[in-house]
């Protein structure tokens, strides 16, 4: 048994690896959970062997690469490959793998389980050739592969861009991007990207490119259906406000996703208070700049405070280390303020840019009633197959809230446990009762937070091993 | 429904000597690929032409890995007799990975 | 809930409590020509009656609930009839096990006591439990067979429910927390909120695990112990079982849905607080239940689990349910807190229906003035 750490911090993006070093370096004993083969995160994910020889060594490969040399050299105690399936106040935290599960035990916990990518359906979205933008993404940095030789994007906000732009590094072809955000959306957010050169710099980078290889960007737009072909897709697109569809293109592979938002499993289960932010419109924590939940002990840092981007991240992730050394009295309250005023001062400068390009990756109601009017018989559940027309009826029948509703239609029941199909359903729920999202409710959290084997969690045993309470009365 | 992506294969990384080195076998529904010790399972086997990976447990639909992240639970295939997801689980040599198979259940 | 609100006509019967209790009684209430209303504080069928497992058992309900259970098992399975529409129920063998010499004795005792009520169970060899359910640990030494045992997907039940009290003209309130019952005149107002939201000739309390803290509105105590049941389920599964299996000390209750998922039960505890509606996973008892059920069924050990949660079961302390009159209060009944009372809850609810109509049922063995304890006391409120 090692000794028991003074912080747990569950996840190993930028936020979680700086957060983690931070507090080391204040003096702490810091254990680090990861799901990941290596920690990196999603924007930081380790290339694999063959990705480093196919694709250029950016940004992000060279910043990931220092982030895992930092956390090698930190002292930090890492734990990647393990999933946190389990979380009790105090703080207990089951972790498990595919073979085996194990317990951690920790006074403070870090929740920096960053986000998760958010989803709206289309006709024929289960196709295996249709994947996330942040899918996409991955398979090209980790992996080195490309979605498909012809590749359509669509979906929301700035991942759009910044997948077509690798496509096109690995050498693959871009048949269109498909906007939900109209240009005037875009113009009127173009301004605030002042405040932060760098984005702005790739910004116009990436647009230039797509500019110069003609590449068609459709603005306002949505996929309306993807019907297989003989050995394509043959995809339907349509105009968010409805009416005749605007184009048709054939593409062997489609990336298409509405943003992120914070991957809530954590704080959830542990009842830290959470609120709706309208402009993106998800919920997340509520917490100070140091990560602080109004659970004691309990932190959240990264994108799972709220989607704000890798900078942001790694801001927040060190503030939070800072904040856990002063609260383990580590230092004193001068040197907290002389450590955080700098961070604090470029995180202002920040979060105007990262708002607006929050705003600009929630589409509102208007694809899902979009999908309802045009194709009724889209699946909004990829996993228990329900589709819009019967979320519908279970609606007319009487199911008013979001657990209701997955109980009258399996929706949200299958292995994702409602993460691909939770903002359908609540957005569905929302237009047909005429509420706003907030008040039908979210799917209640429970456990386990990822699937969990059974032979992981029985382990080996004999019949005598197992631990009966008392036989129940005759 | 094989996609065989193309690849500029440009050696960005001076590392193609390594890497040669790294290249290992395994199977998917007993035919052989190559992959590279230590990358995911769902790129190993994407690059091989694989984009279904196993079918929808509901209605046997083809399904392949969506979200890559963990959340959506469609990658999921056989490992040695193990269910793993594939965008989790790394190459390794004699890798022996299935599809899981049909249901043929009701809903 | 809005904030203006007019007087509410005065209903014949108001049911507070809208589980499968409250919702059949509500059901047979209606077709008797009565103007009832159905509160609840939350949705139709969220709580002990759309989480539960489902088991229509009679290897483990309590010996004395078996001819009640058969009864209620019959409903389900035919609730085309009354419900107007099938809820999923499907019938199978059921199998309770013994694998240790303690075991099989304890098997012959409790398979005889529920024989002796009705139940058609007799004690195999593991060769027949196997021709039963070939999916079974081999080294099973005997086994209580009973050919009249089933579930029910008890999650989409409420959306049967919720249709046919919408035929028969209930009004369904939901998210109602009824916080206190007032006598005026002649009849009871049901106070939410500091609002009366439905006035009513009757009243019938059927708050399952709340019993207790609404029989305490009349001023009256009632004991009721209150579980904290953990299921578990599986993801989707090729066929591996095709029974419903149990063990002789009742710790476990095991089946495959149709749809291929698999669902282990069996009274292992979680934490929770009736109150605060807030449960939590004990993690030795997750374990323990895990195994017993990996044990039984060897290839479950290949799932993963999708999901775990807990509900809040409520009995009396003789297992038996409260159904009834309440004692010193007129046209004001009583319905529930019987172990596996989701199997017997059609046939329960349709009892009370038929004696609020004053037909001649036997209702003697429930009666609800045997639980009264005279003092009221602080309760805690505290599930172990
Ligand atoms: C037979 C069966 C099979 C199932 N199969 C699956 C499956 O395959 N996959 C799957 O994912 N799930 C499955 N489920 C689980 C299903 O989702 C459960 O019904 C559900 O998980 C249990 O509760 P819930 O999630 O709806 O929680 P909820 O019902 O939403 O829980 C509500 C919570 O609110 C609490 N509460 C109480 N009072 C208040 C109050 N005043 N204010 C606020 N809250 C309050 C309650 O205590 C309760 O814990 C199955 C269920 C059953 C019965
Ligand atoms: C996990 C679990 C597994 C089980 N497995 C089985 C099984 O396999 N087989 C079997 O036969 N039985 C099983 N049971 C038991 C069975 O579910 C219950 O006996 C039965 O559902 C009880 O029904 P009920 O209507 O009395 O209570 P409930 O369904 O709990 O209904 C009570 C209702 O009262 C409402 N209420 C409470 N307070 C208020 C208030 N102040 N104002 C308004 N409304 C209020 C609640 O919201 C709730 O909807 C299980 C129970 C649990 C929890
Ligand atoms: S691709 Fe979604 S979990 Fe693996």
């Known amino acids: 048994m090692t000794r028991r750490p003074d912080v747990v911090v569950a996840g190993g993006g930028v936020a979680g690896v700086m957060a983690a070093i931070t507090a080391r370096r204040h003096g702490l004993a810091v254990t680090l959970v990861d799901d990941n083969a290596t920690p990196g995160g999603q924007v930081f994910r380790e290339p694999s062997a063959f990705a480093r020889t196919v694709t250029p060594p950016d940004h992000e490969r060279r910043e990931g690469d220092r982030l895992r040399e930092l956390l090698r050299r930190s002292g930090v105690r890492v734990l990647s490959g393990w999933g946190i399936w389990s979380v009790q106040p105090g703080y207990r935290l089951d972790l498990s793998n595919d073979f085996a599960v194990q317990v951690l035990e920790a006074g403070s916990l870090v929740a920096a389980t960053g986000a998760v990518e958010r989803f709206f359906p289309f006709a024929g979205w289960t196709d295996p050739a249709v994947m996330g933008l942040a899918g996409a993404s991955l398979l090209m940095r980790a992996g080195g592969v490309l979605p498909g030789r012809r590749t359509l994007v669509a979906g929301a906000g700035p991942l759009l861009f910044s997948v077509a732009h690798q496509v096109l590094d690995a050498g693959g072809e871009v048949v269109a991007i498909v906007d939900t955000a109209t240009r005037t959306q875009w113009a009127a957010r173009a301004a605030t990207l002042a405040l932060d050169p760098a984005r702005l710099k790739t910004g116009v980078a990436w647009m230039a490119r797509l500019a110069r290889a003609g590449i068609p960007v459709l603005g306002g737009a949505v996929i309306r259906q993807a019907r297989r072909g003989e050995d394509d897709l043959d995809v339907t697109i349509g105009s968010v406000r409805g009416g005749a569809p605007v184009r048709s293109v054939r593409c062997d592979a489609i990336a298409c996703g509405y943003g992120?938002?914070?991957?809530?499993?954590?704080?959830?289960?542990?009842?830290?208070?959470?609120?709706?932010?309208?402009?993106?419109?998800?919920?997340?924590?509520?917490?100070?700049?140091?990560?602080?939940?109004?659970?004691?002990g309990l932190y959240v840092t990264g994108d799972g405070a709220g989607v704000r981007g890798a900078q942001m991240a790694r801001l927040r992730g060190i503030l939070t280390g800072h904040g856990l050394a002063f609260d383990h009295g580590r230092i004193d309250a001068a040197t907290l303020a002389h450590l955080a005023r700098p961070l604090l001062r470029a995180m202002r400068r920040l979060e105007v840019v990262s708002r607006a390009m929050t705003s600009l990756m929630n589409p509102r109601p208007a694809i899902m009633k979009e999908a309802e009017m045009h194709a009724p018989d889209t699946l909004m559940c990829r996993c228990e197959r329900v589709s819009i027309a019967a979320g519908g009826q279970a609606i007319r029948d009487g199911a008013g809230d979001m657990n209701q509703f997955k109980a009258w239609t399996r929706c949200g029941m299958g292995p994702c446990q409602g993460r691909m199909c939770e903002d359908s359903a609540r957005q569905?729920?929302?237009?047909?009762?005429?509420?706003?999202?907030?008040?039908?409710?979210?799917?209640?959290?429970?456990?386990?937070?990822?699937?969990?084997?059974?032979?992981a969690l029985s382990g080996n045993f004999a019949y005598a091993d197992i631990v009966l309470p008392q036989a129940a009365p005759p | 429904m094989g996609i065989q992506p193309s690849h500029a294969g440009r050696g960005f990384e001076a590392e193609n000597g390594k890497i040669l080195t790294q290249t290992v076998i395994f199977t998917f529904n007993s035919r052989p690929f190559t992959g590279y010790r230590g990358e995911i399972l769902a790129a190993a086997l994407r690059r091989g032409g694989i984009v279904a990976l196993g079918v929808s447990a509901v209605d046997g639909t083809p399904r392949g890995a969506f979200c890559l992240m963990g959340s959506c639970q469609e990658c999921l295939v056989l490992v040695g007799g193990v269910p793993r997801n594939a965008c989790r689980a790394v190459v390794d040599d004699g890798l022996c990975v299935t599809s899981i198979a049909p249901l043929g259940g009701g809903s | 809930m809005s904030a203006v609100m007019s007087r509410p006509a005065v209903m014949d019967v108001a049911v507070l409590g809208a589980g499968v209790m409250g919702s059949t009684a509500a059901l047979f209430l209606a077709r008797q020509g009565r103007r009832v209303a159905l509160i609840d504080r939350k949705a139709i069928f969220r709580e002990a009656s759309g989480v539960n497992a489902g088991t229509l058992t009679l290897n483990m309900t309590r010996a004395a609930l078996v001819p009640h259970a058969l009864k209620g098992r019959e409903m389900w399975l035919e609730a085309r009839s009354w419900l107007g529409r099938d809820v999923g129920a499907v019938a199978t063998p059921g199998l309770s096990l013994a694998f240790t010499e303690a075991e099989c004795a304890l098997l012959e005792e409790r398979a005889a006591a529920r024989r002796e009520m009705g139940a058609p169970i007799s004690v195999v060899g593991a060769a027949r439990a196997l021709e039963v359910e070939p999916g079974l640990n081999t080294t099973v030494r005997a086994a209580a067979y009973c050919p009249l045992d089933g579930f029910i997907p008890a999650y989409g039940v409420g959306r049967g429910y919720c249709l046919a009290l919408c035929e028969a003209g209930v009004e369904i309130m939901e998210n109602s927390a009824v916080d206190g019952i007032a006598r005026a005149g002649g009849h009871y107002e049901i106070v939410s909120a500091g609002q009366v939201i439905a006035r009513a000739r009757s009243i019938v309390l059927a708050g399952g695990a709340w019993l207790e803290r609404m029989m305490a509105w009349l001023g009256l105590r009632m004991r009721v112990k209150c579980l904290v049941n953990q299921l578990v389920v599986t993801e989707r599964l090729p066929p591996?079982?095709?029974?419903?299996?149990?063990?002789?000390?009742?710790?476990?209750?095991?089946?495959q849905f149709v749809n291929g998922t698999v669902v282990m039960g069996g009274g292992w505890q979680g934490r929770g607080h009736v109150d605060t509606g807030e449960t939590s996973v004990i993690p030795a008892n997750l374990v323990g239940n895990v195994r017993l059920a990996s044990f039984t069924i060897p290839r479950l050990s290949e799932a993963r689990i999708a999901r775990i949660w807990l509900g809040f079961e409520s009995e009396t302390d003789d297992a038996m349910p409260a159904i009834g009159p309440i004692p010193g209060w007129e046209n004001a009944f009583v319905i529930g807190c019987v172990h596996s009372g989701f199997t017997s809850g059609p046939y329960m609810g349709r009892l009370l229906a038929q004696a609020m109509d004053g037909q001649a049922v036997d209702l003697k063995a429930f009666d609800p003035a045997r639980l009264l304890l005279s003092l009221p006391s602080a309760h805690k409120g505290f599930c172990s």
């Open chain 1, 428 to 455: 569905l729920l929302a237009r047909h009762t005429a509420r706003a999202p907030t008040e039908v409710g979210a799917f209640t959290q429970r456990l386990p937070l990822r699937p969990v084997p059974v032979r």
């Open chain 3, 240 to 255: 591996v079982m095709g029974s419903v299996v149990s063990i002789a000390n009742g710790l476990l209750s095991l089946k």
């Open chain 1, 260 to 296: 992120l938002k914070p991957s809530l499993g954590l704080t959830r289960m542990l009842k830290a208070r959470h609120v709706f932010d309208e402009a993106a419109g998800y919920w997340h924590p509520h917490a100070d700049p140091f990560g602080r939940t109004d659970v004691a």
